[in-house]
């Protein structure tokens, strides 16, 4: 999350999708090239990318980048899942996912905001970030299978990251866009207009 955010300042401005997508495609690609060895270096790599992205499409939407709560919201992009039928997180909707990670969103960002990232603090994160895990994980393993498929390594890495990158992309427009809408009008009115028009 730092190595991403360091990256980026506060000023508001209109997000970079297409470089965060070459970004990714040449992490992918040069990653895959190398097989097994190469994820080792990839994985964090394109992982950070992604981030930066969120982060990105984060600031854009209005967020604070230096703002606990909106780390936090972009690491709840991970697990937020997709529209696919095999996405598990997409069968109980996006409200649904957001209502499951909220209590551990919120211990730690009460942790945060008294303690700050100190041992005290770490639980909270870790219940979080083992929840988001659970989910990122699954696409990790579909990745690596991807990229172990011999001669074809660089072209899969870089296939998948540029896919990993427009899913996460199109996952934290909406989830920030969302978000804003919520600072403006409230949680509820935009809750109840998400679920009554039958987007899942």
């Given at each position: 999350?730092?190595?991403a955010?360091?990256?980026?300042?506060?000023t508001?401005?209109?997000?970079?999708?297409r470089?965060?997508?070459?970004l990714?495609t040449?992490?992918?690609g040069v990653g895959?090239?190398?097989?097994?060895?190469?994820l080792?270096v990839?994985v964090p790599?394109?992982t950070?990318?992604?981030?930066?992205s969120?982060?990105d499409i984060a600031?854009?939407?209005?967020?604070?980048?230096?703002?606990p709560?909106?780390?936090l919201?972009?690491?709840?992009v991970?697990a937020l899942?997709?529209?696919?039928?095999?996405?598990?997180?997409?069968?109980s909707?996006?409200y649904?996912?957001?209502a499951a990670?909220?209590?551990a969103?919120?211990?730690?960002?009460?942790?945060?905001?008294?303690?700050?990232?100190?041992?005290e603090?770490?639980?909270a994160?870790?219940?979080?970030i083992?929840?988001v895990?659970?989910?990122?994980?699954v696409?990790?393993?579909?990745k690596?299978?991807g990229m172990?498929?011999?001669?074809?390594?660089a072209?899969?890495?870089?296939?998948?990251?540029?896919?990993?990158?427009?899913?996460?992309?199109?996952?934290s427009?909406?989830?920030?866009?969302?978000r804003?809408?919520?600072?403006?009008?409230?949680?509820d009115?935009?809750r109840?207009?998400?679920?009554?028009?039958?987007?899942?």
């Open positions: 999350m730092d190595a955010a360091k990256t980026l300042d506060e508001p401005r209109a997000p970079s999708p470089l965060h997508k070459a990714g040449l992490s992918g895959g090239a190398f097989g097994l060895a190469g080792t990839e790599v394109s950070v990318l992604i981030m930066r969120i982060l600031r854009a939407e209005g967020e604070v980048l230096a703002d709560a909106t780390r919201a972009a690491l709840e991970f899942g997709g529209r696919a039928d095999a996405d598990d997180a997409a069968e909707g996006y649904a996912m957001r990670l909220a209590g969103v919120s211990e730690a960002a009460r942790h945060l905001a008294q303690q700050g990232l100190t041992q603090g770490a639980p994160l870790v219940r979080l083992a929840m895990a659970a989910r990122y994980k696409q990790l393993t579909q690596t299978a172990l498929v011999p001669g074809i390594g072209a899969a890495g870089a296939s998948i990251n540029l896919m990993f990158m427009n899913h996460f992309q199109s996952v427009r909406g989830h920030f866009t969302l804003r809408l919520e600072r403006r009008y409230g949680v009115a935009v109840d207009a998400y679920l009554d028009s039958g987007i899942r």
